[in-house]
């Protein structure tokens, strides 16, 4: 092969916003394989907010070494192979990080997400979006944690994002009223006229607290928080209850400003709510339930599967950026190779 | 009757830690009752940092109205009854308020705690303490929301506090290491000695995010959280995976600085934490079960009951301050008339 191997390197730990500056673009040979090993052609890269934490602290991982290739979700073809369960051809998803090429022994990255094989019929950006860790994040943190009954307020924070769209159709799906927080009036547009939701509240032109006041008369039964910050403060002034938090994300706070103050958690005592974080990999056992869900929704039109999509590897760290800068709606791909 | 009725009335919306500036005294003819009432002497009032909140804004019950008597839990014998159910001579407890008489239909105050007879053998205080609203709220606040198992670390804010010194004593006797966070090094020596707990964290001259994670080396399974703010944000920094929070106070925040910056809410995410507020009058239909419990333990001599008491309806406001001053070791009482 004559192909080089193009990727990006994580050159520094980010402070603000994360950007190409964080990265170091690298060329080297295409890679070349083991016994037990296989060769997997990198061709769509999954953009996600918690890849800007691995950057930073140890979480669930330890965070990512300065001079590696930068971590992320992807999914591709496998091209070569002397692994006994991967052939040449087939397509897989994993952990392949920001490169064209990657080696792979079949290990889950971070002992949480192996590679998998994905199944005839699905192509790579749905393998990536509603049927992989970003649809399974909505289904696993709306109904297990979020647990939402017919007729039951559910506001959904980052509702123009990758999880945040999903999460509002399937709180549709189960029969509640639906208010999508977002930053912009095209996103408020997106997720009332698309996703359905019955309300949409614009957090950068509109008072937040109070318009949740006015689209929640009766409180909010179930909070799912992409956000955290002064968004979580504005729900938390306005819980219903009873009411169930569930806490999947801090985009507020990856970008620095961690030490929001956050006045309202006493009303957590006077309406008996729940904030409960969680994380997807706790749920992977049970992927199957959620995909099953998941494609039944999609085949009857109730879910859209809305993607966003960065060309080009070199383009990488802007399309990650993007989910920072509130500027992709539905989940944010980046294509890196041809069919 | 020619004795007169004392009493303390609310004359002002307290801002900063409540106070005798906050009352008005009172003396009237002792009431007279009507058909279907019953009088009170009240002999024994409690003290609970509710108190403050109740003074200040709404929360389950409207705030209490400006010129009216200062309601308070209490415990008093019947010495006038037109009530069916209530018999002159017969020990009750309620929320009587603050005066030496109080007039009682029987209906349950903000419709939550409806007057109760006392029953024989248990004291007034230990009515108003172990077998009251405090007991309850330690018991079902540990053993509900927090569901410690043993061999689990149980962390209480407050320790030495009415609520605290119970849970640190239900968690030993459910086999879990216990930590008591405190204001002082006389109540560290209190809650190590007298309630066994395995350590005790003087919050006022230690560094306590620092001694979590020195004293609970494997984080916290179960906070149990009287106090809320920076004492909230250090346990939330030290937690277990699936570790569980009780909020049952905020006394952190009640006397007015509720906007505190708590930077470690992103911490419930990666270790799959709750945080879970509750209010004791949900679980009223179970009294029974606690105090049988509490009973149990009590004659064991796993549960010590620890009373502070101060004398005469007169200081009553002193007494409620102590609370916020973090003067009284274990439940504060007042004492306004002999037997």
Redesign the interface.
């Given at each position: 092969m004559t192909e080089k191997n193009r990727g990006w390197l994580l050159a520094k730990r980010p402070i603000g916003i994360v950007g190409r500056e964080h990265f170091e673009w690298r060329e080297e040979p295409v890679p070349s394989i083991g016994e037990g090993e296989f060769l997997v052609r990198n061709r769509w890269l999954s953009c996600d907010p918690a890849q800007r934490t691995w950057m930073e602290i140890d979480?669930?991982i330890p965070r990512l070494p300065l001079g590696e290739v930068m971590a992320a979700g992807s999914a591709g073809v496998v091209v070569q192979s002397k692994h006994p369960d991967f052939e040449v051809g087939e397509l897989v998803s994993g952990a392949f990080g920001w490169q064209d090429y990657a080696v792979s022994d079949g290990s889950a990255f971070g002992g949480l997400v192996p590679p998998l094989k994905i199944p005839t019929g699905v192509d790579p950006p749905t393998a990536l979006s509603l049927f992989g860790i970003t649809g399974l994040t909505a289904y696993f943190g709306l109904l297990d944690v979020g647990e939402p009954k017919a007729g039951e307020t559910v506001v959904v924070s980052g509702a123009a994002g990758g999880v945040g769209s999903i999460v509002c159709q399937i709180a549709k799906v189960k029969g509640c009223r639906v208010i999508g927080i977002v930053g912009g009036a095209r996103k408020c547009r997106w997720v009332r006229e698309e996703l359905n939701a019955d309300d949409a509240i614009d957090y950068k032109s509109e008072d937040l607290p109070i318009r949740l006041g006015e689209t929640c008369p009766n409180g909010i039964d179930v909070f799912f928080d992409n956000v955290?910050g002064e968004v979580?403060d504005a729900a938390l002034a306005n819980l219903a209850v009873g009411a169930r938090i569930a806490?999947?994300?801090?985009v507020s706070?990856y970008s620095g400003i961690?030490?929001?103050?956050?006045?309202n958690?006493?009303?957590?005592?006077?309406?008996?709510?729940?904030?409960?974080?969680?994380?997807v990999f706790?749920y992977l056992d049970r992927a199957m339930e959620a995909i099953g869900a998941l494609a039944g929704w999609a085949g009857e039109g109730k879910i859209k599967n809305q993607i966003d999509v960065v060309e080009g590897l070199e383009n990488a760290p802007d399309a990650l950026r993007r989910l920072f800068t509130g500027e992709n709606l539905g989940k944010q791909l980046v294509k890196i190779a041809d069919e």
């Open positions: 979480t669930y955290g979580l806490l999947c994300g801090f706070g961690r030490r929001t103050a956050i006045g958690l006493y009303n957590l005592i006077l309406q008996r709510g729940t904030v409960r974080g969680f994380l706790d």
